[in-house]
Structures are given as structure tokens and as C-alpha cells.
């Protein structure tokens, strides 16, 4: 074998060595960088995990606010039924408790129009002062308000003489007259103050119905509750 022949030999076998050393480090290089982009893939795995676990949570919070929301009004709607229920209860009693206040006015004050059906007349701590509590009742059968004014004079005697006082020169207020509004009865308080020198006799109520100029009157005796029936002059 030739000298030349050998070189080619060892030339060849060299290069096959060379080859296979680049096609290692090509192999372990390639390996390397295959490790890297696991492991950064795995990263963003991870935090898209994350970001989808978050997302899930806030999901089911709304939910849960959701089903919430959903009971809230099924127990408003069942609240509101309820209410409903007893408001028609009540008014149906109510209607029931009128019409049976209707009947025992009726029975034991007759049936017509308005009228006074008494006065009263309290006395006070202070000496010569007074309630005067007047009645109205309106034994209607209808469902019918009554409006309108009610005033008084007393008649009596002032010294030897006999005078009659209007309600603005007795009441506290000097007040001329005092509205009412009623359907079946209303009491009206009016405080007032006799002259030292006036003897009460009798009331004279008048009432008025509405805008009618022509006022009903009525007379009642003074009497005072527990005690005399006239002050002392």
C-alpha cells in the first residue's frame, strides 16, 4: 500500500470523527434548546391556568350574587303577596266595622241629617274657664262627609241683665266659629272664659253645612260636669 493511500485513509476516517463530534454538540445544543422552550411553555401554561382559575372564581361569585338576586325577589314577590293579602283583609274589616258603626248610629240616633247631639261643658283649674264639648252626628247610610262650621253664643245674665255672649268675646283665641269634617260623629273641644259678672244660662249652638247661608240652631242648658251648674257671681 502506497504512502499516498494511507493519507486518504487517515484523512477519511478524520473527517468521519469530525462529523460525528458536530452531529453530538449539534444533538446535545438542539436537546438544550428544546428544554428551554418546554420549560418557558410550561410557564405560560401555568400562568394562563392561573388567569383561567381567577376568571373562574369570579365567575362563580357572580353566580352566587346572582342566585342571590334571584331569592331576594322570589321573597319581595312573596313579601309583596302577602302584604296584598292582608291589606284587602284589613280593608274588608274595616268595611265590615263601618258598616256595623253605621247600624248601631243609625239605631240609636235615627236616621237623617246632621245635627248636635250634645253639648257638654267641663270645667277648667283656672276659675270661670270651660270646655265646651259639642257632639255632631250625622246617622247617614250613605258613605256622605259632612263639612262645615259650628259656633255658639251664651246666653245668661250680666249683673241683673240679661246679655248674650258671641264667641269671639269668650273664646281664648277670640276665634268666630270651628270647623268639622266628619261621617258619622266628631266631638269639637272649644275652651273659653267667662266675665266675672256673667251668669250662663243656655247655649245656642249653629252649625252651617257647606257654603249654605242658612245656619241650623240649636239650644242646650248650661250644665257643668261635677259641679254647679252655673259659676257664682
Given at each position: 500500500?502506497?504512502?499516498?493511500?494511507?493519507?486518504?485513509?487517515?484523512?477519511?476516517?478524520?473527517?468521519?470523527?469530525?462529523?460525528?463530534?458536530?452531529?453530538?454538540?449539534?444533538?446535545?445544543?438542539?436537546?438544550?434548546?428544546?428544554?428551554?422552550?418546554?420549560?418557558?411553555?410550561?410557564?405560560?401554561?401555568?400562568?394562563?391556568?392561573?388567569a383561567?382559575?381567577?376568571?373562574?372564581?369570579?365567575?362563580?361569585?357572580?353566580?352566587?350574587?346572582a342566585?342571590?338576586?334571584?331569592?331576594?325577589?322570589?321573597q319581595?314577590?312573596?313579601?309583596?303577596?302577602?302584604?296584598?293579602?292582608?291589606?284587602?283583609?284589613?280593608?274588608a274589616?274595616?268595611?265590615?266595622?263601618?258598616?256595623?258603626?253605621?247600624?248601631?248610629?243609625?239605631?240609636?240616633?235615627?236616621?237623617?241629617?246632621?245635627?248636635?247631639?250634645?253639648?257638654?261643658?267641663?270645667?277648667?283649674?283656672?276659675?270661670?274657664?270651660?270646655?265646651?264639648?259639642?257632639?255632631?252626628v250625622?246617622?247617614?247610610?250613605?258613605?256622605?262627609?259632612?263639612?262645615?262650621?259650628?259656633?255658639?253664643?251664651?246666653?245668661?245674665?250680666?249683673?241683673?241683665?240679661?246679655?248674650?255672649?258671641?264667641?269671639?268675646?269668650?273664646?281664648?283665641?277670640?276665634?268666630?266659629?270651628?270647623?268639622?269634617?266628619?261621617?258619622?260623629?266628631?266631638q269639637?273641644?272649644?275652651?273659653?272664659?267667662?266675665?266675672?259678672?256673667?251668669?250662663?244660662?243656655r247655649?245656642?249652638?249653629?252649625?252651617?253645612?257647606?257654603?249654605?247661608?242658612?245656619?241650623?240652631?240649636?239650644?242646650?242648658?248650661?250644665?257643668?260636669?261635677?259641679?254647679?251648674?252655673?259659676?257664682?257671681?
Amino acid at each position: 500500500m502506497s504512502t499516498k493511500t494511507t493519507w486518504k485513509r487517515v484523512l477519511a476516517a478524520a473527517g468521519i470523527l469530525v462529523l460525528c463530534y458536530g452531529a453530538f454538540e449539534l444533538g446535545r445544543a438542539s436537546s438544550g434548546h428544546f428544554i428551554v422552550s418546554s420549560m418557558l411553555e410550561r410557564f405560560a401554561l401555568q400562568k394562563r391556568s392561573q388567569a383561567l382559575a381567577e376568571e373562574n372564581e369570579s365567575l362563580r361569585g357572580r353566580v352566587a350574587v346572582a342566585e342571590v338576586g334571584q331569592q331576594v325577589d322570589r321573597q319581595a314577590q312573596v313579601d309583596t303577596q302577602q302584604m296584598m293579602g292582608e291589606l284587602q283583609s284589613e280593608t274588608a274589616r274595616q268595611k265590615q266595622e263601618l258598616e256595623f258603626y253605621r247600624g248601631l248610629v243609625v239605631r240609636q240616633y235615627g236616621s237623617g241629617a246632621l245635627r248636635v247631639q250634645e253639648v257638654r261643658v267641663r270645667p277648667e283649674e283656672d276659675e270661670r274657664h270651660y270646655v265646651v264639648l259639642i257632639t255632631l252626628v250625622q246617622a247617614a247610610t250613605r258613605d256622605t262627609v259632612a263639612n262645615g262650621t259650628v259656633t255658639f253664643t251664651v246666653e245668661g245674665l250680666q249683673g241683673k241683665k240679661p246679655a248674650t255672649l258671641a264667641l269671639p268675646e269668650i273664646e281664648l283665641d277670640q276665634r268666630k266659629q270651628f270647623p268639622f269634617s266628619l261621617r258619622f260623629f266628631q266631638q269639637i273641644e272649644v275652651p273659653i272664659e267667662l266675665p266675672v259678672d256673667f251668669r250662663p244660662e243656655r247655649l245656642h249652638v249653629a252649625y252651617q253645612l257647606g257654603r249654605n247661608p242658612d245656619p241650623t240652631k240649636q239650644t242646650f242648658d248650661w250644665r257643668v260636669e261635677g259641679g254647679a251648674d252655673t259659676p257664682a257671681l
